[in-house]
């Protein structure tokens, strides 16, 4: 078996000089660095991680804890696919020279317990901390054992953390001008759980672009708890009946599969999209979501949430070895695509539209 001494005599460097490059030390020459790095790999030296540990008091692990119910609930959604963005994850890191260890979290289990029980085991470097809410618990707990983490997702409203997210203003700011340019002023605003970070995040910027152009929000449109189907139903059928106020002639949805709920509804109604109401989604590369066939190709933001993998694992790295600074190197908001379909159109006269 190749041992650091072997190295350090093929270089003709100090073991703990090799020590130290092989470690990742700023200490030492970045020619030297690499000039150990390829001496190794020629050599095919593995490092011993318990020496590595005892060393450098670093494990180049990191850790994931998953809520089980939360990612079924995902998965039962058309959300994105979990097991991806975990093995794509792992890969990341492995490049990196990290490994990742992916814990569930159990329903008898509390989300702190469990991020106390691998702290107190000494085996992780940081954690990354998947579906963050505005009062998250994890946080608030990390931020008060100062130990290293990766918001996946963004941090909630008020506190400066590293994260890696898609772009949420953008997913509600390119669709909502777009309607707004094709002459929609009633524009219905329906989001999941309103205690995510995102869903706040969006809500905000669904008013401060109305704001911008100057329309005030219909504040009976704005419906944060979509995700709940029988409650959907209530406030949409509430909504087209028009003794709340104006109908909507556009629907924003924070999901595809909350689109596919509204179309089904929009269905039932009589209504045609994009003739009578246009219809707009959030795409986060989750599974295909059927929509009723007489649903027209859908206009959509669109994002692979798997792909936050390698950036994930870059900023996870980062937080593990520099401690958590906000900046360029630990804040990643990745841009989404606008994907134009064929589910919007001007507004329907019939609904409140201009004529």
Known sequence: MVSLRDVSKKVGLSTATVSRALNGFDDVHPKTRARVEEAARELGYVANRAAKLLVSGKSNIICLIADLELVRQ????????????????SCELAE?????VFSVKSPNETAVAKYQDMIKR?????????APMQDDPRITFLKEVDFPFVVHG?????TDLPFVS?????????PLLALLDLGHKHIAFVQGPPDTTHAVQRHDTYREVLN???LAADEHMIIMDGDNPSKLKAQLLGLFSGRLGPKPTAIMCGSVALAQDCANILVELGLKVPDDVSLVANDDGGNPVRLDPSIPELCRTYFDWSDTSGPLAE??????QKGMKPGPDQCRNLACEMIFGKSIGRPSPGLGGEA
């Open 122 to 130: 000494g085996i992780v470097d940081a954690f990354i901390v998947g």
């Open 74 to 89: 995902t998965r039962d959604a058309g959300g994105p696919d979990f097991l991806e963005l975990i093995s794509r994850l």
């Open 212 to 214: 911008e152009v100057g």
């Open 315 to 320: 900023v996870a790295i980062n937080v593990s």
């Open 166 to 174: 898609v772009d949420n203003a953008q997913i509600v700011r390119d």
């Open 154 to 158: 963004l941090p909630p409203v008020g």
């Open 96 to 100: 990196r020279g990290f490994d990742l």
